[in-house]
């Protein structure tokens, strides 16, 4: 047994404090609610909130060892549970003993003991704000006031779901280029390191004229086998330059502007992010959301300081009673087409189901735009491998025409 500190509100509003003495957490709730009291906070001992539990302690951890994937599974097994009438608690329990995750199965029993203590399941989910996403915890407190909590968990699970696949398109299309170019820069500097110093003495003891390519890449042979320190240095300088530089304001806008001006992949970038807002603005509001709370996360989750500036700008606008689309006309952040689009769902009252479509266009175009991206980046990086080695083979083969020359006396 232990001694649990509580303050609720009684029948009548008023905020009452005391002790009670109970054998879980769970049990204290429940003994407060069977006294007709609406439990507002609840902690073990003096002062020791349920959070310090052992169970809770994986709030502490953060989202280590939890994935998105496991996320996007827990909120499609509950709206199919509470759908068939299932109590949200008792939902709770069913999925956290079938977690296969044991990071992942504290948090649920803590979300499950916070949700039997008297809170909210917004709320509980809430104090896992690196695990549950903020869109998350809204769209299941507008469902609680609604009533449609399986329909909102499962809209939840769909949006998550696609969320997740258009960032792995993202990464996948920019891993490519990346290992690409890390295996050719590795190739050449084998050549130069490794393979050339070889070549050197065996046409130094022939005595052979170097045509000029060749005495280019002996050059830069020599000089990364003296100076080999420098390019170690560079290199972790470039990358610990980088981590720094885009935990700046200015690098981090620097990095974001960027990634919508460089050709090869604006485009990309641009409908990914256009995509990412639609979806969650049409999710949103089709849910309840009201429009500005809408508008503010929707910046949050736009990881982009252009479009930081869009969202500011739509918010003050809102604030000032324009509408939704209104900001939209003339931003370079966004089509005017979309927000012609936009504009005629709020003329119909119907901006949820518009956004929901507008999401599923914006998607289709990502689509494109990363298999377009693909299409060009594999010929690229082959024609770029193919030039360099091929250069290096060239030059490193000219002497030995010069020496046959020799040899045969011509």
Same mark, same amino acid.
């Given at each position: ?8 509100? =009684? ?51 953060? &989202? ?16 199919? +549970? ?36 008297? @809170?909210?399941?917004?709320?509980a989910l809430s104090r896992h704000p690196r695990i549950f996403p903020e869109v998350m915890g809204s769209m299941v407190a507008a469902s609680e006031a609604s009533g449609t909590m399986g329909e909102m968990l499962e809209r939840i699970s769909d949006y998550m779901g696609k969320e997740r696949r258009a960032i792995k398109q993202v990464r996948g299309a920019m891993a490519y280029p990346m290992f690409m170019l890390v295996m050719s820069v590795g190739t050449a500097l084998a050549l130069l390191l490794f393979v050339l110093p070889r070549f050197t003495s065996i046409y130094a003891s022939r005595g052979a004229t ?37 935990? $700046?304001?200015?690098?981090?806008? #620097?990095? !974001? ?10 485009? %990309?970038?641009? @409908? ?22 809408? /508008?503010?996360? $929707? ?5 982009? /300081? ?5 969202? !500011?700008? %739509? ?25 012609? +689009? ?13 956004? =929901? ?15 377009? #991206? ?5 010929? &690229? ?30």
């Amino acid at each position: 047994m232990s001694n649990y500190t509580y303050e609720c509100r =009684d029948a009548h509003g008023q905020l009452v404090s005391g002790s009670i003495i109970a054998d879980t957490i769970a049990e204290a709730g429940k003994l407060l609610r069977a006294d007709g009291k609406f439990v507002v906070k609840l902690v073990q001992g003096r002062g020791k909130q349920v959070a310090d539990s052992p169970v809770a302690a994986a709030r502490s951890t953060g &989202a280590r060892g939890v994935r998105r994937d496991d996320v996007i599974d827990f909120a499609h097994q509950m709206s199919i +549970m509470v759908e068939t009438g299932v109590p949200i608690s008792e939902a709770l329990e069913s999925v956290s003993s079938q977690c296969s995750s044991e990071a992942f199965k504290a948090v649920l029993v803590d979300v499950s003991e916070t949700v039997q203590s008297g @809170n909210s399941f917004s709320h509980a989910l809430s104090r896992h704000p690196r695990i549950f996403p903020e869109v998350m915890g809204s769209m299941v407190a507008a469902s609680e006031a609604s009533g449609t909590m399986g329909e909102m968990l499962e809209r939840i699970s769909d949006y998550m779901g696609k969320e997740r696949r258009a960032i792995k398109q993202v990464r996948g299309a920019m891993a490519y280029p990346m290992f690409m170019l890390v295996m050719s820069v590795g190739t050449a500097l084998a050549l130069l390191l490794f393979v050339l110093p070889r070549f050197t003495s065996i046409y130094a003891s022939r005595g052979a004229t170097l045509p000029l390519p060749t005495r280019i890449l002996m050059g830069a042979s020599e000089l990364a086998l003296t100076y080999w320190y420098v390019l170690v240095f560079l290199f972790v300088g470039s990358v610990v330059g980088y981590i720094w530089m885009s935990r $700046t304001d200015w690098g981090r806008r #620097l990095i !974001d502007i960027s990634k919508l001006r460089v050709p090869i992949i604006k485009t %990309m970038y641009a @409908n990914f992010y256009t995509n990412r807002a639609m979806r969650t603005m049409g999710t949103m509001i089709g849910s309840g959301v009201p429009v500005l709370d809408v /508008v503010q996360l $929707t910046r949050r989750i736009t990881q982009n /300081v252009c479009y930081h500036e869009m969202w !500011d700008q %739509m918010d003050g606008s809102l604030r000032r009673g324009s509408q939704l689309s209104e900001p939209l006309f003339g931003s370079p952040m966004m089509p005017d087409s979309i927000a012609r +689009m936009i504009a005629a769902g709020e003329k119909a009252g119907r901006l949820g189901p518009v956004l =929901d479509r507008v999401a599923t266009f914006t998607e289709h175009e990502f689509d494109e735009s990363v298999k377009r #991206l693909t299409q060009f980046i594999e010929p &690229a990086m082959i024609v770029i491998m193919g030039t360099m080695i091929g250069g290096v083979a060239i030059s490193l083969l000219l002497p030995i025409f010069s020496i046959s020359k020799l040899m045969t006396g011509g």
